[in-house]
């Protein structure tokens, strides 16, 4: 590090005022913050110390991601394999996944990060370090097999309409990912859901199985509910599914890391997954019991196994600029995002997955909710004087 330390000193007056290379300090200052802890602090009026800053933070948070991203990897291998009918050994199906996952993070990375650079450059403003944690989270919220090109363009909406056009992080009022994810199933249906799985990698003298089907357990589950996947098979992600969200215990995982840090907030995650909870046993006491099949007699804690619920519940609700602020919104704000999962599941054909659409509903009246937090407060505390 102390070789890196000179090398950036060395060249560091080209990018300062009056340097050859002024203009693209922005782009130097965040390579020097991104490898040392910036060597100013705040010299007048009241502010905490704190060593955790944003960037600490975002890199906590790729932690978090990273038991998501490997099983992703891995699955993404196991599928194909087991697609075929072919066995293979752990380190291959892993490998055959990592180099089908990779691009998709390059691309979202290379031109997010991009675009951010871009922006930066042209109102000569730092750059913001929310792209780490947004550049891993567009590639995991796709399924494999979406084209390299919609990666790109994800990232460029993500950064441009999801950020910069509010003013940048922190200035968001929707999690920019998940707008990004929201952008392309409305644009591009047909490559973000039903039969996700079916554009498979030819494998010489093997033809695709019989029994396999590209279609995932929430598309089975919208038309025959008893056909969908065992609870331990959803639970360990052994289905169809976008990159990240298939495995509900490498979620937990993350979810683990988010909490014992602080970074995430416990209150949102358990107030999520309660809510699906309370809406799923409620449909099943409402359930028509002529048919049988129908989609409201499904237990209800299998709406925390299907889909992307953990994955949204764990990293997407729990957006510190897009989530309820007060500590008594953010029971209400991941209450009413785990019901509303459930009822647009259950009752909109059309779009089984209901987690994303929950999460970008609630970011809109997340400020409504911390305000009647604050002034039912308010009204307390005038009561109690």
Sequence with gaps: MKVARRLLDSVKPHFNKGGRFEKFHPAFDALETFLFVPGHTTADGVHVRDAMD???????????????LLFGMWNVGYQHYRAFGMEATLIDTFLFGFWK?????????????????????????QISEGYLVTGLLIPLTMPVTVPLWMVGLAAVFCTVMGKEVFGGTGMNFMNPALLARAFLFFAFPAYLSGDIWTDLSPEPGHAVVDAWSGATNLVTFDTNYPAI??????????????????????????????????????????????????????????APA????????????????????AFGAVYMATDPVSAAQTEGGKWVYGLLIGMF???????????????????????????LIDYIVVEQHIKNRIRRA
Aim: aromatic share 12%; net charge neutral.
């Design 54 to 68: 944003l960037k600490r933070t975002m890199f906590t948070v790729i932690i978090a991601l990273i038991p998501t």
């Design 101 to 125: 996952v990779l691009p998709i993070v390059v691309v979202s990375y290379a031109v997010g990060l991009g675009v951010e650079f871009l922006f930066a450059i042209i109102r000569n403003h």
């Design 290 to 309: 002529d048919i049988p099949n129908h989609p409201m007699h499904m237990p209800a804690y299998y709406h925390w196994l299907l889909g992307g619920f």
């Design 341 to 367: 999962t459930v009822l647009l599941r259950v009752f909109n054909p059309a779009y089984p997955e209901g987690v994303m659409l929950s999460i970008l509903l609630m970011n809109v009246f997340a400020p």
């Design 229 to 286: 996947a065992s609870a331990s098979d959803l639970f360990w992600g052994f289905e169809q599914g976008s990159i990240g969200e298939t495995s509900v215990f490498a979620c937990l995982l993350g979810a683990l890391i988010l909490i014992v840090t602080g970074v995430g907030s416990g209150k949102i995650m358990v107030s999520c997954f309660v809510g699906t909870l309370l809406m799923g046993l409620l449909l099943n006491v409402l």
